[in-house]
């Protein structure tokens, strides 16, 4: 257990409405990560940061935004929700002397109507 | 980019069978790293490779990084319903992203 959360766990939209998924985490690692994860697509990353206020762009960012104003929270926005966003996020974090290796949170199911 | 290959995408076997999945990378990597989800969970790391040629092992479980640090596989021998998951390989090159390939997913029949 990485001390990670996730919230909501589940979640259910209307098309056009924004959505914030929020990650915390209890260890202060530098690095967290947001995933899309769909069936036939693997674990996609959406966007990433590597401190607080430093955030970057990942393979699948377009429609998403985050923020990071502190070390122990990622959060994920949807500024306007489409039905091709229903998706499970899993956000990550890579622990400080672990380069690279990822420990991830239950994940939130989204579902966009 | 860096782009991460896996196959098979589905595999059944009968319980007791053995199971291999196969990764291979567009381009050298620094580590190669596998992962496990269970139906309805979150991935978990499992291990990671480093070094060219490397082979590890975990119970059942053998994981091999190639030569060329571009290819791996995951095998695992007798399959047990517990092994019942989808297998996910990731590439590291250095820096603090993964590529993830597609995953295998393994059913297992008792």
């Known amino acids: 257990d990485a001390g990670i959360t996730q919230s909501p766990r589940h979640k259910v939209t209307e098309t056009g409405t924004p959505v914030t998924l929020r990650c915390h985490q209890t260890?202060?690692?530098?690095?967290m990560y947001w995933y899309r994860q769909d069936p036939g697509h693997g674990l996609r990353l959406i966007h990433y940061?590597?401190?607080?206020?430093?955030?970057d762009k990942g393979e699948v960012s377009d429609g998403y935004s985050v923020s990071r104003s502190k070390t122990e929270d990622f959060l994920l926005t949807l500024e306007s929700a489409t039905s091709s966003q229903t998706s499970v996020y899993f956000c990550?974090?890579?622990?400080?002397?672990?380069?690279?290796?990822?420990?991830f949170g239950p994940g939130t199911r989204l579902l966009v109507l | 980019g860096q782009q991460v290959m896996q196959i098979p995408q589905y595999q059944h076997v009968q319980e007791g069978e053995d199971f291999t999945t196969y990764c291979n990378s567009s381009?050298?990597?620094?580590?190669i790293q596998w992962y496990k989800q269970r139906p309805g969970g979150h991935p978990v790391f499992l291990i990671q490779?480093?070094?060219?040629?490397e082979v590890k092992k975990q119970k059942r479980l053998t994981f091999q990084f190639g030569e060329a640090k571009k290819n791996s596989s995951l095998h695992i021998t007798a399959t047990q319903t517990t092994d019942v998951g989808t297998y996910f390989c990731?590439?590291?090159?250095?820096?603090?992203?993964?590529?993830f390939g597609k995953g295998t997913k393994l059913s297992v029949i008792p």
């Open positions: 990731a590439g590291g090159a250095g820096s603090y992203q993964l590529t």
């Open positions: 490779l480093v070094k060219s040629g």
């Open positions: 940061s590597y401190g607080v206020k430093d955030t």
């Open positions: 260890e202060n690692h530098r690095y």
């Open positions: 381009t050298t990597l620094s580590n």
């Open positions: 990550a974090i890579s622990r400080t002397g672990e380069k690279e290796t990822q420990y």
